[in-house]
């Protein structure tokens, strides 16, 4: 600790805490870490004021004029200046759509990994804290979760769906259904991880401490121990979203996931895939451009946190 | 009746090779306000004996047989709400390691709160003066600004000095002291142990001092048990026992201080290890070390004998006809 922080009575702010933080440092000198984050916020505002910026509504029919459609992007010799990234085969504006999209998919993103992690968490923490048999049945749930890939399960339930109570209830509850399925078929990755830092944390004086304090098992478990297992759960939440917003977008594409009404991402490159060779390119490759920068983004970002919060990596 | 009372204590462990017994026999007692010292090699089951007296043993380890009766109620077979009440509350724990026993990411202040509000019906705001009192009584420089801080923030000192004040946080009737200072460096170790003894005495606080120094359980302690092999061998008055020690084991202890050698001699030390706790000998658990092994030594376990005001459980203290002093010259 520095002379200064002794002689200064007031403990340090929340804010001056991060900034001496060495999270902060790896940051300042970090400038893919900068430059991702830096995209990443501009998706995240882009998404959330969508329909200010968007200079069209594309879920709003009498916008949309069908003698529009398949016009180029505004650059291109037949582009029109009102369409700056051309328009779809319904004659929707391209940018909108996009902007719409990208506030889809990053939401169903989200709320398919908050789901994820809170599932996660608390089948995690109950593993590993409590042990012997809970933990053995809970892990082979795990490994048998695990052992069908995502898309599968989700394939099969939003298929049963759809065919078990028709394409118009399925449409309203597309999003829904999709934050479930991601959410549902993917907490493994994350019960696996935290039941490892549990049980390394569990054993940890501090933990006997508690116990010694008299309290509780649950207060031990979220209070005491779920904190210090914070930094894995940070860094697969990055690459988690990225995931599901993957997942979500194939789903789209194999047309199990937006409805064409309300398209995500993956949808949008799907509805584009069929013009692709009569030479409309942008429906499909724009929206794909997008959703490829946004997912590489939070893996950067997923990187980059990872070695910053791995006290192993530490360098100095 | 006494503060605390441990009969005839088993504490096993299940492991897959059998059970094995990691205390034996023990049995004390602890009035309020006296500081008892726990001496022995490690392995002896020291902290084992902590750590059941709350009831807290992890598994594979469980309390076998034996009570340990807090004021009337036998901690053993209480049910775990009202241990829980007990824990912390009535009998707290420090740890041999104050790197440790702070959770690294709670602020000093959090934990101390916590620890009151889990136990009492007050107010934050109360729960708040609470600790910054008890930082005060342990002596830490500017405490107000401590509780803002992380654990990482501050010295080993200060730290085990922040322990011993959660300890003290609700007030307890007995302390258990696992090693207290021996994470420490040499000049913290005597601030800290002198700043326990002056609290255990203020508070009148029982403590229950678990260590491998002697140096310190004869400046702290009343009355002392030796362990060895998860039995209690000899106990007494800390003064009886570190002047004239009975049981050869202690002897041993006594002679392998480093004062007790002149300069330029080897250290005297017992020859030997201790036994795995799967294979103590039959008859006295020392007899395969000891300078003065009999017959008997090695067929019957030794029952207590009074000498003085202690208690030996050696054969040799137990038949006074035959004079150490003639064996030792032989």
Known sequence: MSESTFKTEQPPTALQRFKASHFWHSFKIDRVAQLSFLIFLAYVVLAIFASLIAPFD????????????????????????DFLLGTDAQGRDMLSTILYGTRVSLLI???????????????????????????????????????????MVAIIVLAV??????TELYQQLAMIMLILVIGIAEWPQYARTIRASVLAEKKKEYVDAARVMGFGRLRIMFRHILPNTLSPILVISTVQIANAIISEASLSFLGLGMPVS???LGSLISSGFEYIFSGVWWITVIPGVVLIVLVLVMNLLGDWMRDVLNPKLYKG | MPLLEVNNLEVCFGLRSGAVKALRDVSFTLQRGER??????????KSVLGFSIIN??????????????FEGKDLASLAPEELRSIRGNRISMIFQDPMMTLNPVLTIGVQMVECLLAHRRISKADAKRIALKKLQQVQIPSPE??????????SGGMR???VIAIGLLLDPDIIIADEPTTALDVTIQAEIMDLMLNLCEQNNVALILITHDLGVVSQVTQRMLVMYAGRIIEQGPTKEIINDAQHPYTQGLMNALPQMALPGQKLNQIKGTMPPLQRIPKGCSFNPRCEYVMDICKQTLPSFTQSGNCQVACHMVAEPMQDKMLIKEV
Not at chain 1, 116 to 145: E, P
Not at chain 1, 161 to 166: D, I, K, S, V
Request: aromatic fraction near 8%.
């Open chain 1, 109 to 151: 993103g989200l709320c398919a990994v908050a789901l994820q992690a809170l599932l996660g968490i608390v089948i995690g923490l109950t593993a590993g804290y409590i042990g012997g048999r809970v933990d053995s049945f809970l892990m082979r749930i795990a490994d048998i979760q695990l052992s069908f890939s995502t898309l």
């Open chain 1, 262 to 264: 309300q398209p995500s």
């Open chain 2, 160 to 162: 085990q000095r922040i």
């Open chain 1, 58 to 81: 594309p879920y709003d029919a009498s916008q949309i004029d069908i003698m529009n459609s398949e016009i180029p992007p505004s650059w291109q010799a037949e582009g029109e200046a």
């Open chain 2, 36 to 45: 008892l010292g726990v001496v022995g090699e490690s392995g002896a089951g």
């Open chain 2, 56 to 69: 807290l043993l992890s598994r594979p380890g469980h309390i076998s047989s034996g009570s340990v009766h």
């Open chain 1, 161 to 166: 769906f759809q065919a078990t109570f028709g």
């Open chain 2, 145 to 154: 600004k401590r509780l803002d801080q992380y654990p990482h923030e501050l």
